[in-house]
T-cell receptor
């Protein structure tokens, strides 16, 4: 069975600084990987996804993520953080048996300081 | 375009009372539908999923149940709420496996 770990419970960055949120997964085959963002009191929004092909994927809101098979990682990055990026970010991994086996990480809360 | 509606947004219910949360999807047919619960400060726990009308799979045994009476309607219910049922409930749909979820805006349930 697949699993996903987000090592950082919360991260604080200054506005304008770069951001990297870590995600490690465990899955025997090629995983389906996702990043979602959740603003307080709201549902989750899909930022980007990786299925195959180019290991660097671009998403919405200026985010990107890089799949590294050798490290079992799918870290989320943004070159310059805006105050509006403050939210909770979830990494998720799906299996090739279908989306109903998607597993979510515990989330990383991002704080942005002025 | 596809949209997902979830209501109510907030709900305060006494212990032992029934529950009904509704989720509907527009602009798509035969979606996979999901109910998740998010406890404070924790990740998402999959409660139920459905791949078609009347087809419900439960991931976690509890006093909740789900039904899918129509293709684009998914209902989460309970006959008697417990304090531990408090949380943020999210409905989601997926057009095809591993396409990525679209979530509703959630229901904040407080059982008192």
């Amino acid at each position: 069975a697949q699993s996903v770990t987000q090592p950082d419970i919360h991260i604080t960055v200054s506005e304008g600084a770069s951001l990297e949120l870590r995600c490690n997964y465990s899955y025997g085959a090629t995983p389906y990987l996702f990043w979602y963002v959740q603003s307080p009191g709201q549902g989750l929004q899909l930022l980007l996804k990786y299925f195959s092909g180019d290991t660097l994927v671009q998403g919405i809101k200026g985010f990107e993520a890089e799949f590294k098979r050798s490290q079992s990682s799918f870290n989320l990055r943004k070159p310059s953080v805006h105050w509006s990026d403050a939210a909770e970010y979830f990494c998720a991994v799906g299996s090739d048996t279908g989306g109903f086996k998607t597993i979510f990480g515990a989330g990383t809360r991002l704080f942005v300081k002025a | 375009s596809q949209t997902i509606h979830q209501w109510p947004a907030t709900l305060v219910q006494p212990v032992g009372s029934p529950l009904s949360l509704e989720c509907t999807v527009e602009g798509t047919s035969n979606p996979n539908l999901y109910w998740y619960r998010q406890a404070a400060g924790r990740g998402l726990q999959l409660l139920f999923y459905s791949v078609g009308i009347g087809q419900i799979s439960s991931e976690v045994p509890q006093n909740l149940s789900a039904s899918r009476p129509q293709d684009r309607q998914f209902i989460l219910s309970s006959k008697k709420l417990l304090l531990s049922d408090s949380g943020f409930y999210l409905c989601a749909w997926e057009g095809s496996p591993n396409y990525g979820y679209t979530f509703g805006s959630g229901t904040r349930l407080t059982v008192v």
